[in-house]
Nanobody
Framework: QVQLVESGGGLVQPGGSLRLSCAVS????????MGWFRQAPGKEREFVAAITWSGGSTYYADSVKGRFTISRDNAKNLVYLQMNSLKPEDTAVYYC???????????????????WGQGTQVTVSS
């Protein structure tokens, strides 16, 4: 079973930036499509971004498109979420998720991912 550990969360002012990292404890990391989801207080968990095993395809929620960038380093077993121009509504616990597949189809539903991290808190406030 793959284990995921997120890091990089914290408190940032509106307009600021953060980079989240997700470390994956699996030598076959390159076989996994990776996703980022978030859950704000009182709301359901929602899709943020995803990247295929090769890094060749990415997909973003409309709410973060143009501000967030997902990337991966298969040599280091890491996936990143660069978040720029942060807004108070981006405040949430951010989760990393993994799905083992060689498909270039970008999975975006929570139920498509079988492995999850514990989450890292991101708070955007002045």
């Amino acid at each position: 079973q793959v284990q995921l550990v997120e890091s990089g969360g914290g408190l940032v002012q509106p307009g600021g930036s953060l980079r989240l990292s997700c470390a994956v404890s699996r030598r076959t990391f390159s076989e996994y499509t990776m996703g980022w989801f978030r859950q704000a207080p009182g709301k359901e968990r929602e899709f943020v971004a995803a990247i295929t095993w090769s890094g060749g395809s990415t997909y973003y929620a409309d709410s973060v498109k143009g501000r967030f960038t997902i990337s991966r380093d298969n040599a280091k077993n890491l996936v990143y979420l660069q978040m720029n121009s942060l807004k108070p509504e981006d405040t949430a616990v951010y989760y990393c998720a993994a799905r083992r597949t060689y498909s270039e189809y970008v999975f975006v539903n929570e139920t498509d991912f079988g492995s999850w991290g514990q989450g890292t808190q991101v708070t955007v406030s002045s």
